[in-house]
């Protein structure tokens, strides 16, 4: 090992501060090291956990590497074994005990090996590492939203220089990203449909694209609809509130990463949205995933929604063919026997909403004044005139940060309480405001779930 460079360093790519376009050969090096040239292959194994303290142990560089026959010595290429920096092949003062073992057995025998490493052998961090500023490494860019075969970054603005080189790497390092594109604007900050600007930084310009989640597949243009990954627990979470047979109403539903999941768990969902790119991925993902059944979609506004949903769902009447194909009933021995079908069994939606899905969290409040009088004068739906409860609003919304979110939680359950014009209180039983994530250093996105109060939908 050098006197003059620590191990870790060795291993380390070149480093070029200036570097402005991806110069790939440039990332060469050699290290200088020793090997454990093995007589055998058979006692590759075994010499390897012999000399377990010995050899080295770096990440993506394997131990294992071959060498060429020797033309001066005329010894023949065989498997060898790296060692680590600080056994030198002339210094037979440097050499293991265990290691004097072997090479008296003639096991092996140490050798000089000159270690290429490449490009290919660092990872994206490791690379940018090399490239930007060490006084800007502390916020590094290694955090980024996959949605398909696109990676969505955020770039901060002192990265803007280095954001070509970064696409180039995260391509190279990321076989299954096939573009790189940088946001340049807040999602809704322009656009209804929080759709945002951004800009092509590497890689096929197509955002059209195919995503799993919870089961389910999607396919959209992302440039046309919105969709974060980062949800991903959070569509978990809400969908495993609902259950069988209830009725849901997502009211800014986007491509339907809360009404597919649901549709597919026997949940009958009227699902809308405003964007007409959205609604046209709503429809093709509900035939997709063969929920069309339990999955209705619209294109409307979702003030109006609220409240002509909740009246034309009074007088439909959808009943669903839930019967196991499978099961059936045999009479007589099995070679005479004759098949006879089961009872059907049916699954009728209910003529009102369980629960509300308002996920729109930049203005979604500004909508709840649309549920005051919702069912003026149909208080015999309801308990206790019947079994059946006012729906839970479930309303997703910003906020401010705190360690404990008392100050959020209040705040968020004034506004609502001032779009409906009824008190909801913090500490009322059926209120919830759960944390969803952070968006910004002093932003919090929320949801908060309550009961809609019967002074404010028989108003």
Known sequence: MSEHMPASDMF??????????LDRAFFRKTVPLAAARIFEDDQISRCRNFLSQDILHVDRISSIRPIPDDRVSGQRGRKALLLN????PEDPSTWSSNLLELIEAKKVNVTAYELELSYDTWTYHDIMSAIIPEDDQNELPTGFSIVGHVAHLNLREQYLQYKNLIAAVLLDKNPAIRTVINKIDDVGTENEYR?????LLAGDPSLQVEIKELNCT???DYSKVYWNSRLNTEHERLVD???PGEAVCDVMAGVGPFAVPAAKRRIFVWANDLNPDSYASLVDATSLNKVSQFLQPFNEDGRSFIRTSAQTLLADDRKVDVTPEAKRRWKGTRSSASAVSLPRIHMTQPKTFQHYVMNL???AITFLDAFVGLYSGREDLFSPHTSTPLPMIHIYCFSTKSDDNKAEKAKICKEI??????????????LEVWDVRDVAPQKRMFCASFRLPPQ???R
């Open 12 to 21: 380390r790519p070149p480093v070029n501060r200036a570097m402005r376009v």
């Open 85 to 88: 920096p600080d056994i030198r």
């Open 361 to 363: 969290p930049a203005t």
């Open 241 to 243: 509130l609902f259950r």
């Open 218 to 220: 999607f396919r959209f």
């Open 417 to 430: 309480s001032s779009r409906i014009g009824y008190s909801i209180q913090p500490n009322d039983e059926e």
């Open 195 to 199: 759709t945002f600007k951004y800009e």
């Open 456 to 458: 404010v939908a028989f």
